[in-house]
């Protein structure tokens, strides 16, 4: 017995993956009961440097001699983008190949396709390294969490966004500082703005409330919003206030039925809390099942060997499970067995305190004006601190925190104050206190 496999793909990923194959032969084989081989590996330029230099006929400029080879019987789509992978892993699905993705950006926007097409042509499509890197977030969903009612999950999701802010929060960082210094490390990419702009780790939330919840939430329907407006100032309010700011991904059912609030922004959150702790590139996720309680797993969310560390997970689960065994009975791929397209929560019915920091003239009556537009849109103000003049505009920090209130509310108090002749810049992070 042999499995063999095919990437689609040899850059940071699947070099990683075919040093793991090669490297760890014995291991693996050992684990899995046969060996592994690579075959062969499509990339675009054959003479371009590896990561891991590959045996010599592995690479291939031409897809179709990984898809629809029928001595290959597990394809690795290791490219990213929506084509031609997508094109390419419906053509391997049709040949009766199993695939192994990382491409979270073509399973949040095309997933039901390339699943209802698995479930036809009774193969699998695993995607462990899609979301967290090495965490295997998605086998303690699908399985070790099988038997709970999924009530929240919380996440950071991208290690660059979670490596800015931690250097923002440690070090007092503008965030372009802290961007470059990132873009330096090679943590960033030259265009850094699917990771700070939120929407890497929208991707990645989509696939996570599939499987927590049977919903497969629309990109277009979740409230995503990234870390480019944070300022130093923000993080020293909310360690004043007790707090640590975070990219928080976030789903929860409230009592048990929907519909599912999807969001995703930055946040305050208790500083003695887990998440508070997971610094730099760090990835992590708390899951609260309703028997099993709160789980939490951390560890790295990206990179070559940690990425290859779940492909290569995922071949051999496939192997496994199923190469092994004749039979045609196989469980719903997202564990679940109807996955619905609800509606998710409008994020205006969101229930939450806020941070509020307005820059406003240093006159009586400035404080009373601004409570008293709050107190009209039925939010009622926590603590308010007022300090921090800028020499610059005299202007100085009047910051607020709420008790929770409906998004909605609070938004059209901010959008009135704003209108106040007494008030310039303004910023407003959630604060997330039942996590
Ligand atoms: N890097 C990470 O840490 C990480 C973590 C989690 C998930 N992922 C996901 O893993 C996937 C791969 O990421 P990566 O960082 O390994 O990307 P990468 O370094 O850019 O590698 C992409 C590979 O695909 C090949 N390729 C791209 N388009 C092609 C096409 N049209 N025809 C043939 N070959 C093509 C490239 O060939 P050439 O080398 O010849 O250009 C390259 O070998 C993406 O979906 C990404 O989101 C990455």
Not at 98 to 106: C, D, E, F, I, P
Not at 240 to 252: N, P, R
Not at 400 to 426: I, N, S, W
Request: aromatic share 4%; charged share 20%.
């Amino acid at each position: 017995m042999l499995t063999k496999i095919g990437l689609l793909g040899y850059g940071n990923v699947g070099a990683g993956v075919a040093r793991l194959v090669k490297t760890e032969a014995q291991l693996l084989d050992d684990k899995l009961g046969w060996p592994l081989s690579l075959v062969k590996a499509v990339v675009r330029n054959l003479s371009a440097n590896r990561g891991f230099a590959s045996d010599p006929g592995v690479l291939t400029t031409d897809p179709h001699e990984v898809v629809g080879n029928p001595e290959i019987q597990v394809v690795c789509e290791l490219m990213g983008g929506i084509e031609p992978a997508r094109t390419l892993i419906l053509e391997a699905l049709s040949a009766g190949q199993h695939v192994v993705t990382a491409n979270k950006a073509l399973l949040a926007t095309h997933g039901i396709e390339i699943f209802k097409k698995a479930a036809e042509a009774n193969r699998d499509v695993m995607f462990e390294a899609a979301v967290a890197g090495a965490i295997p977030v998605i086998r303690t969903l699908k399985e070790g969490l099988t038997a709970n009612r999924i009530q929240s999950l919380y996440g950071i999701l991208n290690g660059t966004t979670n490596h800015i802010i931690s250097r923002m929060s440690k070090d007092a960082l503008t965030f372009q500082e802290a961007l470059a210094e990132s873009q330096a490390a090679g943590y960033a990419e030259a265009d850094p703005s699917s990771d700070i702009d939120g929407l890497d780790a929208a991707h990645k939330l989509v696939l996570l409330s599939a499987l927590a919840y049977g919903v497969l939430p629309r990109l277009e329907d979740i409230h995503v919003e990234g870390i480019s407006l944070l300022e130093p100032v923000d993080f020293a309010f909310a360690s004043e206030f007790g707090y640590v700011i975070k990219l928080l991904a976030i789903s929860c059912l409230h009592d048990g039925h929907g519909p599912l609030e999807v969001r995703l922004h930055p946040a305050m959150i208790p500083s003695g809390h887990l998440l508070a702790g997971v610094n730099g590139v760090m990835n992590a996720i708390m899951i609260r099942g309703h028997a099993s309680g709160d789980i939490f797993l951390s560890g790295p969310g990206a990179g070559m060997m940690p990425t290859a560390s779940s492909v290569v997970g995922d071949i051999i689960e496939v192997a496994r499970s199923h190469l092994s065994m004749a039979s045609t009975l196989r469980p719903p791929l997202l564990g679940w067995r109807n996955l619905k397209a609800e509606a998710v929560m409008p994020m205006s019915e969101a229930l939450l305190g806020y941070y509020l920091r307005f820059a406003v003239l240093d006159k009586p009556g400035v404080l009373s004006a601004i409570s008293g537009v709050f107190g009209r849109h039925n939010i009622s103000l926590a603590q308010v601190i007022q300090k921090g003049q800028d020499p610059r505009t005299g202007l100085v920090n009047l910051v607020m925190l709420t008790h929770r209130a409906l998004e909605r509310d609070l938004q059209a108090a901010v959008a009135e104050a704003r209108k106040m002749e007494t008030v310039g810049d303004t910023r407003l992070i959630r604060v997330e206190e039942s996590l």
